[in-house]
C-alpha cells in the first residue's frame, strides 16, 4: 500500500497499454537479505507437461519462514519451502536442482514434471543483486545466465532485449535467458466513490497497472494499492489524450454528465481494449441514444459494455460488482494479448452482463 495523489501525472506506460509490475524477485531478495541477513531463490526452471505454473515463476524465501512469489502452491510448494529452508541453513552455496514428477512424487493430479533451481545469496550478493533489481524495476528486460566455476548461477542484464520467454538452462555448461518483470495491463478508472474503491482494492493482486482518477481529491482513501496511481484531476476527461492504446476504461464517478463526457470521449477516439459504464441497461440506453444524436457511429456504440461484470452475476454489493469486474478486464486482457482485441469488447454485450445500478 502506498499513500500520495499525483497531480502532475506519473509517467504514463508504454503506448501498448502493458507496463510491467510483478513480484519483483530481485528487489524481494534485496529486501529479505537487508531484514534477515540471507534469502534463498527458488525457480522454476523447467516444466513438463501439465503443471500449476509456468517455467520462470519465482518463490523467495526467508529464514525466519516468510516468502512471497509462488510456483504453484499445494505439496510442490511445500516441499519447495521446505527445501530452500534447509539451503538457507547451509548456508550459502551452488545453486541446487531437483526434478520431481507431480503426479507419482507428490501426488498432485497435474501429470507433469518440474524441475525448480534453489540458490541462496547473503549480505555478500547485494552489490550483485543491485543492477538486476533496477533494471527489473524500470521495465521488460533479459537476463542472460549461466553456472560460474562455482556452481552458482551468475547473471547480466542484457538491456537491449526485452523480456522474453525463459529459455532451457540445461547442460549447466551451457547459458540460457530468463525474462524478469511480467506485463500489466493499464486500467483507467475513473471515480473514487464506493464501487470505485472496491475494484481498486479488487484489482490490487492482478496484472494490471490502474490509474484511478477524481475531480474530488477528498474522494481518495489515504492508502491505495501498490499498483494504484492516485490522479486529481478537475477535469477527468483531459487524461484519456495520454491513455496508452488498448488501456481499458472504466467509468463511475459521482455524476452522470461527467460519465457521458468521458465515455463519449473513450469511444471516440476508438483505440481503447474496454469502455465499461457502472449502470443499468436503461441508463446505457440513454448514453447510447445521446451520443448518437451527438453522431458518434453505432459502431462504435456497440463497443460500451454496460452494465459492467461478467454474466451471471446479479449482486449489487460494491465488492460483488467489483470482483465481477475484475474477472471480466482478466479476459478481456487474455483477449488483447492473444491478439482478438477487435472482437474484445463486442463479445460483451449489455445483455449479457450483469445488472449494477
Same mark, same amino acid.
Not at 7 to 20: A, F, I, K, M, N
Not at 139 to 165: C, H, M
Not at 290 to 306: D, E, F, H, I, T
Given at each position: 500500500?502506498?499513500?500520495?495523489?499525483?497531480?502532475?501525472?506519473?509517467?504514463?506506460?508504454?503506448?501498448?497499454?502493458?507496463?510491467?509490475?510483478?513480484?519483483?524477485?530481485?528487489?524481494?531478495?534485496?529486501?529479505?537479505?537487508?531484514?534477515?541477513?540471507?534469502?534463498?531463490?527458488?525457480?522454476?526452471?523447467?516444466?513438463?507437461?501439465?503443471?500449476?505454473?509456468?517455467?520462470?515463476?519465482?518463490?523467495?524465501?526467508?529464514?525466519?519462514?516468510?516468502?512471497?512469489?509462488?510456483?504453484?502452491?499445494?505439496?510442490?510448494?511445500?516441499?519447495?519451502?521446505?527445501?530452500?529452508?534447509?539451503?538457507?541453513?547451509?548456508?550459502?552455496?551452488?545453486?541446487?536442482?531437483?526434478?520431481?514428477?507431480?503426479?507419482?512424487?507428490?501426488?498432485?493430479?497435474?501429470?507433469?514434471?518440474?524441475?525448480?533451481?534453489?540458490?541462496?545469496?547473503?549480505?555478500?550478493?547485494?552489490?550483485?543483486?543491485?543492477?538486476?533489481?533496477?533494471?527489473?524495476?524500470?521495465?521488460?528486460?533479459?537476463?542472460?545466465?549461466? @553456472? /560460474? +566455476?562455482?556452481?552458482?548461477?551468475? *547473471?547480466? &542484464?542484457?538491456?537491449? !532485449?526485452?523480456?522474453?520467454?525463459?529459455? $532451457?538452462? %540445461?547442460?549447466?555448461?551451457?547459458?540460457?535467458?530468463?525474462?524478469?518483470?511480467?506485463?500489466?495491463?493499464?486500467?483507467?478508472?475513473?471515480?473514487?466513490?464506493?464501487?470505485?474503491?472496491?475494484?481498486?482494492?479488487?484489482?490490487?493482486?492482478?496484472?494490471?497497472?490502474?490509474?484511478?482518477?477524481?475531480?474530488?481529491?477528498?474522494?481518495?482513501?489515504?492508502?491505495?494499492?501498490?499498483?494504484?496511481?492516485?490522479?486529481?484531476?478537475?477535469?477527468?476527461?483531459?487524461?484519456?489524450?495520454?491513455?496508452?492504446?488498448?488501456?481499458?476504461?472504466?467509468?463511475?464517478?459521482?455524476?452522470?454528465?461527467?460519465?457521458?463526457?468521458?465515455?463519449?470521449?473513450?469511444?471516440?477516439?476508438?483505440?481503447?481494449?474496454?469502455?465499461?459504464? @457502472? /449502470? +443499468?441497461?436503461?441508463?446505457?440506453? *440513454?448514453? &447510447?441514444?445521446?451520443? !448518437?444524436?451527438?453522431?458518434?457511429?453505432? $459502431?462504435? %456504440?456497440?463497443?460500451?459494455?454496460?452494465?459492467?461484470?461478467?454474466?451471471?452475476?446479479?449482486?449489487?454489493?460494491?465488492?460483488?460488482?467489483?470482483?465481477?469486474?475484475?474477472?471480466?478486464?482478466?479476459?478481456?486482457?487474455?483477449?488483447?494479448?492473444?491478439?482478438?482485441?477487435?472482437?474484445?469488447?463486442?463479445?460483451?454485450?449489455?445483455?449479457?452482463?450483469?445488472?449494477?445500478?
Amino acid at each position: 500500500m502506498h499513500a500520495g495523489i499525483d497531480s502532475e501525472r506519473d509517467p504514463v506506460p508504454e503506448r501498448s497499454g502493458l507496463s510491467r509490475i510483478a513480484m519483483l524477485a530481485f528487489r524481494r531478495l534485496i529486501e529479505a537479505i537487508e531484514a534477515e541477513g540471507s534469502a534463498a531463490l527458488v525457480t522454476l526452471a523447467r516444466v513438463e507437461g501439465s503443471s500449476p505454473r509456468e517455467a520462470g515463476a519465482r518463490l523467495v524465501v526467508r529464514p525466519s519462514g516468510g516468502f512471497q512469489g509462488t510456483i504453484g502452491g499445494g505439496a510442490l510448494e511445500w516441499v519447495a519451502l521446505a527445501a530452500a529452508q534447509a539451503a538457507l541453513k547451509d548456508g550459502r552455496g551452488p545453486a541446487s536442482r531437483r526434478s520431481l514428477a507431480l503426479g507419482p512424487e507428490l501426488a498432485q493430479c497435474c501429470g507433469g514434471r518440474v524441475e525448480w533451481r534453489i540458490e541462496t545469496f547473503d549480505q555478500s550478493d547485494l552489490a550483485d543483486l543491485a543492477p538486476i533489481a533496477k533494471s527489473e524495476c524500470a521495465g521488460p528486460t533479459t537476463l542472460r545466465a549461466k @553456472i /560460474g +566455476s562455482d556452481g552458482r548461477v551468475e *547473471r547480466a &542484464v542484457e538491456p537491449n !532485449r526485452r523480456g522474453e520467454d525463459l529459455t $532451457a538452462s %540445461l547442460p549447466a555448461a551451457g547459458d540460457w535467458i530468463e525474462p524478469i518483470g511480467e506485463s500489466a495491463r493499464t486500467v483507467y478508472l475513473f471515480g473514487a466513490g464506493h464501487v470505485g474503491r472496491a475494484l481498486a482494492l479488487a484489482l490490487a493482486p492482478l496484472p494490471f497497472a490502474v490509474r484511478w482518477i477524481d475531480s474530488r481529491r477528498e474522494a481518495f482513501p489515504a492508502h491505495a494499492p501498490a499498483n494504484v496511481t492516485l490522479i486529481h484531476a478537475p477535469e477527468p476527461v483531459s487524461e484519456l489524450r495520454n491513455a496508452p492504446d488498448h488501456a481499458l476504461i472504466i467509468v463511475m464517478t459521482h455524476s452522470h454528465p461527467l460519465d457521458l463526457e468521458i465515455v463519449a470521449e473513450a469511444l471516440r477516439s476508438e483505440r481503447f481494449g474496454y469502455v465499461g459504464l @457502472i /449502470g +443499468s441497461a436503461t441508463k446505457r440506453a *440513454r448514453f &447510447v441514444s445521446q451520443m !448518437r444524436q451527438a453522431g458518434l457511429p453505432n $459502431a462504435r %456504440l456497440s463497443k460500451l459494455v454496460c452494465p459492467i461484470g461478467i454474466p451471471g452475476i446479479e449482486g449489487k454489493d460494491p465488492a460483488v460488482i467489483a470482483a465481477a469486474t475484475a474477472a471480466q478486464l482478466l479476459v478481456i486482457s487474455e483477449k488483447i494479448e492473444g491478439g482478438h482485441q477487435s472482437t474484445a469488447c463486442a463479445s460483451l454485450g449489455p445483455e449479457q452482463s450483469s445488472i449494477n445500478l
